[in-house]
């Protein structure tokens, strides 16, 4: 079974509020991705992390990888209408997993 | 070609037909995998490949599900004697570098999936 969790799976916020979704795994994790899937397409990458810890930022968005290499984390600041989507991590383990997904939208 | 594609984009079947769902990677990625997708779900891993190499078949639900990748470029799955619970969206991607425990930069690069009903 699937052994990437992340939470919220629903998140609406008004446009121009913060976002943050959480991905957590039962197994340590060699590194972690991050995908958008907007509502119809295919899921793209946004980054990787590798390191224990790690943090990188990608204009108003801020992604972590916890201290045991277990969890991480994606924020968004001040959410545009073009953020909607579908947010997934993906980790490697012993396979390639990835999580059940975030789903945001963004009321304007 | 400049992305990976996918074929059919839509596949309607009658239970207990085979299908098979096609994948031509990105020119010169090395890696390819195979995911199925459920609605409102996340892309449940399948198999995938390092060149022709199947590396990682554990993910495929049962022995009806099969893939191959003879030139290490197109990949082939095959789903024989369809059934119900097939129907999803089966998605490819592939990755310039090899896949492994501690791989560096992997991209993905997804396909845009084929839609598969079972009727």
């Known amino acids: 079974g699937q052994q990437v969790m992340q939470i919220p799976q629903y998140q609406h916020v008004q446009e121009g509020e913060d976002f943050t979704t959480y991905c957590n795994s039962s197994?340590?994790?060699?590194?972690i991705q991050w995908y958008k899937q907007r509502p119809g397409g295919h899921p793209v990458f946004l980054i990787q992390?590798?390191?224990?810890?790690e943090v990188k930022k990608q204009k108003r968005l801020t992604f972590q990888f916890g201290e045991a290499k277990k969890n991480s984390s994606l924020h968004i600041t001040a959410t545009q209408t073009t953020d909607v989507g579908t947010y997934f991590c993906?980790?490697?383990?012993?396979?390639?997993?990835f999580g059940t997904g975030t789903s945001l939208t963004v009321i304007p | 070609g400049a992305g990976v594609s996918q074929s059919p984009r839509y596949k309607v079947t009658k239970r207990g037909q085979d299908v098979a769902l096609r994948c031509d990677p990105i020119?010169?990625?090395?890696?390819l995998y195979w995911y199925r997708q459920a609605l409102g779900q996340g892309p449940e891993f399948l198999t995938y490949?390092?060149?022709?190499?199947?590396?990682?078949k554990s993910g495929l639900p049962n022995d009806r599900f099969s893939a191959e990748r003879p030139e290490g470029s197109i990949s082939t799955l095959t789903i024989q004697r369809t059934e119900q619970r097939d129907s999803a969206m089966y998605r490819c991607?592939?990755?310039?570098?090899?896949?492994?425990?501690?791989?560096?930069?992997?991209?993905?690069?997804f396909g845009a999936g084929t839609r598969l009903s079972v009727l």
């Open positions: 020119s010169g990625h090395v890696s």
């Open positions: 490949f390092n060149y022709e190499a199947q590396q990682d």
């Open positions: 991607a592939s990755s310039l570098y090899v896949m492994g425990p501690a791989l560096a930069k992997n991209i993905q690069y």
């Open positions: 197994t340590t994790l060699s590194n």
């Open positions: 993906a980790g490697t383990g012993n396979q390639f997993y």
């Open positions: 992390l590798v390191k224990s810890g």
